[in-house]
């Protein structure tokens, strides 16, 4: 069996985390030493005890914690040298299903499965073939940066968070190529919890749709007013008032269509790169 990384994994994801922290701007809430309020009042609770305040976590609570619920959770005694490390400090970033999903994300093509952050028989079997575990360290950090970077608190938390996967990249890579790591830095705003319940929305098409209707019904509407300058044409003063309304009518349709359709390809192109950040993409 090959030896654990665990503990050396851990004493660098405490590093990151800190100590006790309350952002107003950090969806995770009162969190100490990375574990969030509602996570500890779920841990107390499924063994039968009263909540408190999580400043008040022990040390063994806090090493149950992050045993069961983030390296079991990411099977990390199963996982390559520094994959471990880098899928585990995402989990407890993020979640141990998101962490899951960038490991997927970076496996492609070999992995072919959904991206449903469940580490099941084909994400381990697209893992074993994959024998450059250092480049993928790097697919995935990379994939946990393009999720990081769709989220609406990136602009509060975006130094810190950048800054740690740059270390965790570092650090994972090393234990993937036999070297020594780093030790593990604590950079604020790097502890802020990054959910995906705070991505950014895809922006909408509608405004390009109701803008190319309009273009599209102002483009009729001057090809009424051709026919009925075609009808005045022995009216010569009529006729050229009409045609005078038609060109005008006709170019603020044309351009309303041009640029509905051209905000419509934006918001699509914008709306696929969110869906390739959050892995919702279609295989």
Known sequence: MAVSREKESLARVLAHEGGYSNHPADPGGPTMK????????GYRKGRGLATQPVKGITTDELNAIY???YWDAVQGDALPAGVDYVLFDGAVNSGPSRSI?????????AYTGRIDGVLGMGTLAALKADTNNDALIDRICNARMAFLKHLGTFATFGNGWTARVREVRAIGQAWATGQVPQVANFIDGGQAKAFVEDAAAAPSTAPADGVIGAGAG???????????QNQLSPMSYGSEFI????????????????GGAGYRWYANRQAKRLAAALGTAPV
């Open 101 to 109: 999903m960038w490991l997927q994300q970076a496996l492609r093509p």
């Open 67 to 69: 045993d069961h619920q």
């Open 218 to 228: 102002g483009l009729g509407v001057s090809g009424m007013l051709q026919d009925l």
């Open 34 to 41: 990375g574990v969030t309020q509602r996570v500890y009042d």
């Open 243 to 258: 045609m005078k309304i038609v060109v005008v009518l006709a170019i603020v349709s044309a351009v309303l269509v041009c």
